[in-house]
């Protein structure tokens, strides 16, 4: 078993539409918590991240954890077409280097 | 420049050839990691280093990999002898060091390496 798990999708949804991306995880150590986002050809690049367990809220993203299940969740709202890309939750391992998931690639059609 | 760089952008490689990857981090950036994203996949964690020294390689995949950064600036990748199951994405970043390092840590746009 990986030590984050992610569906990679593909998920597609309308434009506005809210979306839901999620990660599971079974290392309990974890303590913070990122989100990056990855453009065909791109590196990825840091979205937001959160510690511990909680709610985070930038613009449009909300990232949420629950340490408790082992569950982390990115919220979208109002999905615009430029948000079509591949999302990657990576827990940080012993404060020195990021676990990622497989991530999720999601389109938003306009 | 003002970004990771990483060329060659793309390399193809015969079964058996040795590859060399190069990375140019942000100028500054004491910490450089290197990262392996094959098709579909997330990036996976390969070796890391703080300045000149490096500092975990628990990632890399066999003694047929194997990376440098002799004055703590530019970083190679060195592979050896190249199969198939090697081609990927191979993703350099680098940051900071410190408190707080991972907000500063920035990616490459990557060497797509394929093996014939």
């Known amino acids: 078993q990986k030590e984050v798990e992610q569906d990679p999708g593909p998920l597609s949804v309308p434009e506005g539409a809210i979306v839901s991306l999620n990660c599971t995880y079974s290392n309990s150590a974890f303590q913070y918590f990122m989100w990056y986002r990855q453009y065909s050809r791109k590196g990825p690049e840091l979205l937001m991240y959160?510690?511990?367990?909680g709610n985070k809220e930038d613009g449009r993203f909300t990232a949420q954890v629950d340490k408790s299940s082992k569950y982390i969740s990115l919220f979208i709202r109002d999905s615009q077409p430029s948000d079509s890309a591949t999302y990657l939750c990576a827990p940080l391992h012993n404060t020195d280097k990021l676990i990622f998931g497989t991530g999720t690639r999601l389109q938003v059609f306009p | 420049g003002a970004g990771v760089s990483q060329s060659p952008r793309y390399k193809v490689a015969k079964r058996g050839q040795d590859v060399a990857l190069r990375c140019d981090p942000i100028?500054?950036?004491?910490?450089l990691f290197w990262y392996q994203q094959a098709l579909g996949q997330g990036p996976e964690f390969l070796t890391y280093f703080q300045n000149e020294a490096q500092l975990d390689k628990s990632g890399l995949p066999s003694d047929r990999f194997f990376a440098e950064r002799p004055e703590g600036s530019v970083s190679t990748l060195k592979i050896q002898r190249t199969q198939q199951e090697d081609s990927a994405v191979y993703l350099c970043?680098?940051?900071?060091?410190?408190?707080?390092?991972?907000?500063?840590?920035?990616f490459g746009s990557g060497t797509q390496l394929s093996v014939l």
């Open positions: 100028s500054g950036h004491v910490s």
């Open positions: 959160t510690y511990s367990s």
């Open positions: 970043a680098s940051s900071p060091s410190g408190p707080g390092w991972f907000e500063k840590l920035f």
